[in-house]
């Protein structure tokens, strides 16, 4: 399965329009942490050898890089492969393209070069098909 959940929900909701402030402020929109799914399917593999790949989409902050960020994302997360994307000037989410480093919880790290979305889904195949572990 593929999804990109929020990270965050709205607490509540209201039941008519939110008008504009005469003042011009903003109304406050209180979140609340959405469960953590790919975590959660992490830790509970359904079926012995099953691999579990995920994505993140990173922009990196002040304190650390894409990658940094998405190394630590693998080792929270608990899943095998973790495709990581920089976000932003056309990346992840815009355009038939992508690039993506694509980091293994073997400590293994995959380049894949800006190319069709098509190309990548390719490579991630490829990485995770050797991972399979197959019973009997």
């Given at each position: ?14 039941s ?65 492969l ?55």
């Open positions: 399965m593929a999804a990109a959940p929020a990270d965050f929900r709205p607490v509540g909701t209201s008519y329009k939110i008008k504009k402030a005469d003042d011009g402020s903003a109304p406050t929109i209180v979140l609340a942490q959405n469960p953590d799914i790919l975590h959660e399917l992490a830790a509970t593999r359904g079926k012995p050898g099953q691999v579990v790949v995920g994505f993140a989409a990173e922009t990196g902050d002040a304190d650390r890089s894409v990658l940094e960020l998405g190394r630590a994302k693998l080792a929270r997360k608990g899943c095998d973790l495709a990581v994307n920089y976000v932003g000037e056309g990346g992840a989410f815009e355009g038939t393209e992508n690039s993506a480093v694509v980091l293994g919880s073997d400590g293994s790290s995959t380049e894949v070069p800006r190319g069709s979305k098509e190309k990548l889904a390719n490579v991630l195949w490829d990485l995770v098909l050797p991972r399979i572990k197959r019973e009997g």
